[in-house]
């Protein structure tokens, strides 16, 4: 009889909506830690969190298993005058980039994702769970960006102006915008009642994009570039600040010789931390106390 109207109850609040709000931050080419830039978490810069907000809808399979899906939106920006590393900082570029993403989960409650305590009959004693629940969950989804730069006081969109010379002879065509990302999180899960719950989550996006902020290959000839998409573009494709052997180095034959600009090992990454609300809807009622 017990197992049976766990079952009821789980059953009537299978359905489930929140709503959160947290910070971003993203991991690639631009700003990070001292070193070499990666997508790894070693490489997060604090100086870079922006803001985020999220809504979704989840479905719980059964206890221990729930499918979720989620839209967020959120700011993601990267600046080489944060970091410490002296190549990045003197290639001197930066971004910020709007993000839209769309997603799917599974998620894992080791414990169950329970929506009552064993019994709610006052006075009665007995062995109450816990209200905090810990889950795991990975999924895919797509994500939308436009990464931009400020150009004498305006943010302009960097995609259409080919930085590393997208789209012209013997370079490769310009990026898109959106990309697929793979997401990974942890999480606690704390029960108000029934009906009502708060959790905080952590969580990394992997992405098959990186052009999340405009940076993957080489230096392209700055003159080049300011000839088929206009002045602001040839400027925003070299930026460095200090001597060094940045840019485009040209032979007297004619040759060129086109150095780093980013680092196409690693694709582009970014993380949430996001404190989320949620509601359950009750399908009938339930009257059977549990113990």
Sequence with gaps: MCSNSQAQVWKTLRHEVSFGVGASNFLGDLGGAKGIGTHGIKDLKFRSTRSTISAGYKYMLN??????????????????ALTKNT??????????SNIAEISGYIV??????????????QGIRG????SISPYLYLGVGVTFFNPKANYEGEWVALQPLGTEGQGLAGRPDKYNRYTLCFPIGVGLKYRVNKQMSVSFDVSLRYTLSDYMDDVSTSYYIADEISANYGEVAGALSDRSINPGPYGVLEYPDGRNNYLQR???RYNDAYMFGILSFHYRFVKGQVFIPKF
């Design 262 to 264: 980013g680092d196409p």
């Design 127 to 130: 062995n109450k769970t816990t």
């Design 108 to 121: 894992y409650y080791p414990t169950e994702d329970r929506v009552l305590p064993r019994y709610k009959i």
């Design 87 to 96: 190549v990045r900082n003197s290639r001197n570029l930066s971004f910020r």
């Design 63 to 80: 206890p221990y298993l729930s499918v979720r899906s989620t839209l967020i939106w959120s700011l993601l920006s990267g600046d080489d």
